[in-house]
């Protein structure tokens, strides 16, 4: 079957194969469109209602507060273009931090092109905010917080709890990307005080192109995609049915196995630390050993560009990352990183493994095993110039 080893779950998951048997009528059989009289229409907008409250009750939102997107991109987006366009009266600041995903760092930017003033929260070596400061920087402008519930690249687990009750206390609207978080760590919307959760199915073994943004009871934000009546006129498109079935079923499995599998999986991360620090004892793990995902390991080797690490790593059948899904060579040294302090080198040093509970621990020793390979064969080239 497979031959290699994949340790980019981070950057997308595998199908489930549960997942891909509850799409799959929806695509030649019940393929009716769910807006329709007819009954292979009336069957597609059963599925999605069950769907709906499947993917609501993982973070305990009721079914009318979830809207589908097309993933976590666009979820991201319209909750933030939609809070600044429904609410420009009011203020026009927004509060976020320096590690977001590009989704929301590049749709601030746009929104300050369009008067939007951004406060960009900085992170301490292992990637968290301070709420001291996050307090600080709130002016009676400030209609937005928008910070993620748990970091792509160092996997570190931002304080949501807290900064909802911050957010509430000053009356400020607090969005979360939880596209890491969905379905790998707790998470509670009334708890912790969330008004907008942006969520993906790729990232939790669902299919690819399909997401929700979770809206607050009674928070109603302008469309960001206009067209016809779906999603309670807020979101225009034919629904995506298969897809949004196979987010359903992600849920629901992610919730029965959320405790047992995130325990799995953080011994897997665990072991996989070990083991490199016993065969690379240069390496540095970046992030924090605590608060952080159960599948994320992040380290950096001195002396290596991770580019060339990642190529040879591939052509020995492994699959990992640089820090995101998005190339280096396209967007420089990773901001994260950065913002936590490392120098460009190290940031270009920096290598992310990102686990699931379909890794085994053979597959982690080989993996420690070919990457210190790997990076002595390089640390000789190095010498040998
Ligand atoms: C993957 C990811 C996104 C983008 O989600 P898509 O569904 O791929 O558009 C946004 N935010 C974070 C934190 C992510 O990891």
Redesign the pocket.
Known sequence: MKDFIYLDN???TRVRPEVLEVMLPYFCEDYGNPAAIYAPGGSAAKAVGLARRQVAELIGALREEIYFT???????NWAIRGVYEKLSEKGNHIITTKV?????LNTCKYLEKNGAKVTYLSVDEYGMISLEELERAITPETILISV?????EVGTIMPLERIGEIAKAHNVLFHT????AYGHIPLDVERMHIDLL?A????LGGP????FLYARKGLKLPPLIYGGGQERGRRGGTLNVPGIVGMGQAAVMAMAELKVQGRQVAALRDYFIQCIQKEIPEAVVNGTLTDRLPGNVNITIPRVEGESVLILLDQRGICASSG??CSMSQDGPSHVLLAMGRSEEQARGTLRFSLSAENTEEEIAKAVTVLAEVVSHLHEILLKK
Do not use: C, F, L
């Open positions: 981070a950057a997308t097309a993933g976590g991109s666009e979820s991201d977001e995903h590009h989704a929301v993620m519930a748990a970091n792509n990307d939880a596209v890491q942006s993906s199915g790729h990232k690819k192109g399909i997401g995101s899904a």
